[in-house]
Nanobody, 121 residues
Framework: QVQLVESGGGLVQPGGSLRLSCAAS????????MGWYRQAPGKQRELVAI???????NYAESVKGRFTISRDNAKKTVDMQMNSLQLEDTAVYYC???????????????WGQGTQVTVSS
């Protein structure tokens, strides 16, 4: 079993900051990609930021310059610092990872349970 557990969501005023964290645990052989997606009410889930194990990060245009993703391979964690938050950043944020399991030896996509980020004055 592989689990992704997020933390750090909450309510913040426009212009404020939040930091999201996600920890992977379980039968993990290797983690290839980690990142964050979000889904606002009535909208499709969209990529926010992603960081491969050895490559360059990729951000949605709407968050470039405001969000910073980072990962700690030893701790199996991925964080995202969100600055200058805007009303349109309100969404449920999901941790995402592509992980090769020690049990199945197959790489699969895994999702966290989601954490709510609300930007409101």
């Amino acid at each position: 079993q592989v689990q992704l557990v997020e933390s750090g969501g909450g309510l913040v005023q426009p212009g404020g900051s939040l930091r999201l964290s996600c920890a992977a645990s379980g039968s993990i052989f290797s983690i290839y990609v980690m990142g964050w997606y979000r889904q606002a009410p009535g909208k499709q889930r969209e990529l926010v930021a992603i960081i491969p194990s050895g490559g360059t990060t990729n951000y949605a245009e709407s968050v470039k310059g405001r969000f910073t993703i980072s990962r700690d391979n030893a701790k199996k964690t991925v964080d995202m610092q969100m600055n200058s938050l805007q009303l349109e950043d309100t969404a449920v944020y999901y941790c995402y990872a592509v992980i090769k399991s020690t049990v199945t030896a197959i790489s699969s996509a895994y999702w966290g349970q989601g954490t709510q980020v609300t930007v409101s004055s």
